[in-house]
C-alpha cells in the first residue's frame, strides 16, 4: 500500500510541461555570469501534488513526526524525475563549455539558484512540494528550504533542515569543518557536528542570519540524506559578513553598492577598493 503522504500522479502520464529559469553566479575564478535553462515537468506529478497535503506537524515537540514529514518530501518517488530534471541542468552548468566547479563552488551555485526563484509567502497549512516549486516558479522560505536541501543531499552535501519552533520557520543547514572566529555567523550543533545556516528564501550569504534569528531559541536539526561533503570557505564568507557589519553600522552603504551574495570575490574587492574601511578594521582588504 502506497504512503499516504506520496504524490500520486494525476492524468496523461507522458504530458510534459517546461519552465525556465534565469539566475546569477560568480565563480572565485569566472566572473559573474548569467545562466538559463529549461526544466522539463511531469504534468501528471504536478497535478497530483495540487491533491496531496502532507500535514504540518503542530510543534517540534514530537522528532519522529518532524522527520517523518522531511522525509515525505525527500523518499517520494514520484519526485525523483523531478529532482533528477533539475540537477541534470545544474550539472551542465558545472561543467559549462569545458569549464569545472569545485565542490564549494557547486554547493554556492545550487544555493544560488534556489535563491533566485521568486519568494511568495504561503499562508496555507499546505506546503507546495518541490515540484509545484518548480512549475509555478516559487514558493516560500521553507518550501524552498526543502527543495534545496533535497538537491543538495542528491549530490553529495551533508545538509540538514533546521526547524525554528518558535518562528515557525525552516531553514537549511551545511556543515561546516572550521571554526569560525566569531558571532558574525553563527553556528548551530547537533551535538555531533556543525551547521550554518543558509536563507533558501532570499539571497543571502552562506552563514549569515537575520536578526530576527540571532534571538530566536536554537533550531532542531534534522539531516537529510546521507551525503559527506562540507562547506569549505566559510571563513572567506565571515570576512565578508564581517566587513558588511562593519560598513552598514557606519552607514556606509548604500542601494548602488554591488553587494551579491552570488558574487563571494566580487563583494570583497568592492568592499577593498572602495577603501570605505581603510581606517578600520577590513578583512577584504587583507586578501
Request: hydrophobic letters at 35%; glycine letters at 6%.
Amino acid at each position: 500500500m502506497q504512503d499516504p503522504r506520496f504524490i500520486v500522479p494525476v492524468g496523461d502520464t507522458s504530458r510534459v510541461g517546461h519552465r525556465t529559469f534565469t539566475f546569477n553566479y560568480a565563480s572565485s575564478s569566472g566572473g559573474s555570469t548569467e545562466y538559463t535553462f529549461r526544466v522539463p515537468v511531469n504534468m501528471s506529478v504536478y497535478y497530483g501534488a495540487k491533491q496531496t497535503t502532507v500535514p504540518l506537524p503542530a510543534t517540534s515537540m514530537n522528532p519522529e513526526e518532524i522527520k517523518a514529514y522531511i522525509a515525505s518530501y525527500g523518499s517520494d518517488p514520484a519526485m525523483e524525475e523531478l529532482y533528477d530534471s533539475v540537477l541534470k541542468e545544474l550539472r551542465n552548468v558545472r561543467y559549462r563549455n569545458g569549464g569545472y566547479l569545485t565542490d564549494d563552488e557547486y554547493l554556492e551555485l545550487i544555493v544560488a539558484f534556489v535563491q533566485q526563484i521568486p519568494l511568495v509567502e504561503n499562508p496555507s497549512p499546505k506546503r507546495k512540494y518541490p515540484v509545484e516549486v518548480i512549475y509555478e516558479k516559487a514558493g516560500d522560505s521553507d518550501e524552498k528550504s526543502q527543495l534545496l536541501a533535497k538537491l543538495l543531499a542528491r549530490e553529495g552535501y551533508d545538509v540538514s533542515l533546521m526547524v525554528y519552533d518558535d518562528l515557525g520557520y525552516e531553514a537549511t543547514g551545511i556543515r561546516i569543518i572550521d571554526e569560525v572566529p566569531d558571532s558574525s555567523l553563527k553556528v548551530f550543533s547537533n551535538g555531533k557536528k556543525d551547521y550554518v545556516f543558509v536563507d533558501a528564501g532570499i539571497s543571502r550569504f552562506i552563514g549569515s542570519v537575520p536578526e530576527v534569528f540571532r534571538t530566536a531559541d536554537d533550531p532542531e536539526i534534522y539531516p537529510v540524506g546521507n551525503g559527506t561533503k562540507s562547506y569549505g570557505p566559510i571563513n572567506y564568507v565571515w570576512k565578508i559578513v564581517a566587513d558588511l557589519t562593519r560598513l552598514s553600522e557606519q552607514g556606509k552603504i548604500d542601494k548602488s553598492a554591488p553587494i551579491h551574495p552570488w558574487d563571494k570575490s566580487g563583494t570583497c574587492s568592492w568592499i577593498k577598493n572602495s577603501k570605505l574601511l581603510k581606517d578600520t578594521t577590513c578583512y577584504c582588504c587583507d586578501m
